[in-house]
């Protein structure tokens, strides 16, 4: 078992920037894929960003492309995504998620999730 926290959520103005992190702990695993969805209140979730286990390789959402960015450091077990420019369409609930077993991974089937951090974007 994996445990996903997040951090680093909270209410900023249009055209800020946050930085999000999360911390696994638990079951280690020899490689995993990280990853950052998000969930806005009546829509579905939407992928957001992923950083392969070297962290060489990163893909995003179009939406968040350009502002976005996806990092990891192995040695600490921690994810983060640092958010420019960000838009009252980007407040969402933002969940980190790990794809175990796999040093890259382009879906959006997780294997495990954390419970999320609420970003709130005012215009």
């Not at 991974?105 to 709130?120: A, F, I, K, L, R």
Request: aromatic residues 14%; hydrophobic residues 35%; charged residues 20%.
């Amino acid at each position: 078992q994996v445990q996903l926290v997040e951090s680093g959520g909270g209410l900023v103005q249009a055209g800020g920037s946050l930085r999000l992190s999360c911390a696994a702990s638990g079951r280690t695993f020899n490689r995993y894929v990280m990853g950052w969805f998000r969930q806005a209140p009546g829509k579905e979730r939407e992928f957001v960003a992923a950083v392969s286990w070297s962290g060489f390789n990163t893909n995003y959402g179009d939406s968040v492309k350009d502002r976005f960015t996806i990092s990891r450091d192995n040695a600490k077990n921690t994810a983060h995504l640092q958010m420019y420019n960000l838009k009252p369409e980007d407040t969402a609930v933002y969940y980190c998620a790990a794809k175990v077993d796999m040093s890259w991974y382009v879906g959006h089937e997780y294997d495990y999730w954390g419970q999320g951090t609420q970003v709130t974007v005012s215009s």
